[in-house]
């Protein structure tokens, strides 16, 4: 087992340990309040049964345990974050692209924010490596610009943050942000070429108003990589059941993979121009406990169907010249952010208060404390389908701590022919057990 950090966090994480090694000092001198830690846990058990597919050949089931220790500490202006994880910690049926049994630590925030004050506005200003979550969505966001977050994610998950340097002046009814930042401040080892690729630095400017029930933002973006990008959303509550949002986003360059045009050639990484990303949705929530979010949206930078079938054909005529390396090599699509351009997903949730009201489960201590969810995204365009079933088991709560048991699931299929029954993993299962001190 071994810890590994990116040269970027490595030199990040060491200066500002360095700061804060130097302002406890001076806290003991000066008797300043001592910093202050919460503390999050999570162990996790999975079993994914695979299916054969044009790039793979079926393998047997494979079983993995996998934990994580997170702790969030504050003093003074200063925020840290750093996650301990073991990812997996052990699995059997391992094949030999499988991640290494390994310990990362991993510094995902460490951050320092404060006021400013510019002649009558008022400003805070944020240096670090911090997380900014300017997406409007639940299933997927395309306002999340300098990391690409996962949405939806199963198991244990660290979402690290860029080096930032945030500038944010308020009045009465909205912020102006001024932003620059690095996203190669993250765990080298933790990224796919993809995302190498995509890691940009870049300044932009971001306006947020509040109006009545209703707030929207713009941002404007130059950077290394997309070279200028637009986005704006928007998010109205209409009534105390229903609120709709949407967001849009145009870019003037990406990477994505690339068909050859040579079959006997791989994919490749290469630039391309202009691309546009929206969602619209609605959310209502009910009197009863019980929430549903409905949600379609189009991402321009994915392959096509047509693509997606031209890769498929490709993979089936290089297994048959026995070439099974260069036939893997068109996996790497499943790297995009979304298989598929257009998207619909249905998010349904029951609150554990809801249970109080049937009489069949009002006695039920144990139903008071389950919460269930269900995802299912479609994609319309060849009929695939995920399915994403949840319930979380509330185990204790005393307020200073709390733990719960969750199981959840993941089914990828739909159409034989679609791209999501072409996932090597068919079905996986996860038992969660996790908390917080």
């Known amino acids: 087992m071994n810890s590994k950090f990116g040269r970027g966090a490595r030199r990040m994480f060491g200066s500002m340990l360095c700061a804060v090694g130097l302002g406890s000092g ?19 058990a999975s079993q994914t049964q695979h299916r054969a597919t044009p790039w793979t050949d079926k393998r047997d089931a494979q079983q ?7 702790v969030q500490t504050r003093w003074q202006q200063w925020t840290g974050r750093f996650a301990l994880v073991g990812d997996p910690l052990w699995q059997d049926n391992a094949t030999p ?9 991993i510094p995902y925030e460490l951050f320092w924010q404060g006021p400013l004050t510019l002649g009558e506005s008022k400003a805070d200003v944020t240096l670090g490596k911090i997380r900014l979550d300017w997406g409007v969505g ?23 943050g860029p080096g930032v340097a945030l500038l ?23 990224t796919t070429p993809l995302q190498r690729q995509n890691q940009q630095r870049g300044v932009g400017l971001r306006h947020y108003r509040l109006s009545g029930d209703s707030e929207w933002q713009v941002i404007g973006y130059v950077d290394d990589v997309r070279k200028g990008l637009l986005g704006a959303s928007w998010v109205s509550v209409l009534n105390a059941s229903w609120e709709v949002h949407g967001s849009a986003l145009y870019q003037r360059r990406y990477w994505q993979y690339a068909l050859p045009q040579e079959s006997h050639q791989p994919v490749q990484l290469k630039e391309q121009h202009d691309a546009g990303q929206a969602l619209l949705g609605v ?15 189009y991402d321009g930078r994915c392959w096509g169907d047509s693509q997606w079938q031209e890769a498929l054909a490709r993979v089936g005529s290089l297994q048959a010249q026995q070439q099974p390396a260069l036939a893997g090599a068109y996996a790497q699509g499943f790297e995009h952010s979304n298989l598929m351009a257009h998207n619909l997903l249905v998010h349904w949730s029951l609150d554990k208060s809801a249970w109080r009201n049937w009489t069949w489960s009002q006695s039920s201590d144990l139903l008071s404390r389950v919460t269930p969810t269900l ?16 319930v979380n088991i509330e185990l204790h709560d005393s307020g200073a701590s709390s733990s719960a048991l969750e199981l959840e699931a993941r089914y ?26």
């Open 26 to 44: 001076w806290a003991q001198a000066a008797s300043l309040p001592m910093p202050t830690a919460e503390w999050d846990w999570m162990l996790s």
């Open 168 to 190: 944010s002046l308020y009045d009465a009814t909205g912020e102006w942000s001024l932003v620059a930042t690095d996203a190669s401040w993250v765990s080298e080892q933790r």
């Open 97 to 105: 692209n499988s991640a290494d049994t390994e310990l990362d630590l």
């Open 283 to 297: 959310n209502w929530a009910g009197s009863s406990g019980q929430n549903v979010i409905a949600e379609y949206w």
């Open 138 to 160: 639940y299933g997927y966001r395309p306002l999340d610009l300098f990391l690409p977050y996962q949405q939806n994610p199963l198991g244990i998950q660290v979402e690290e």
């Open 375 to 390: 995802d299912v995204l479609y994609a319309p365009q060849d009929g695939g389908v995920m399915l994403t079933p949840r």
């Open 64 to 70: 993995a345990f996998g934990a994580l220790l997170d």
């Open 412 to 437: 990828a299929g739909g159409d034989s022919h679609s791209v999501y029954a072409q996932i090597p993993d068919r079905l996986t299962f996860l038992l969660n057990l996790k908390g917080r001190f």
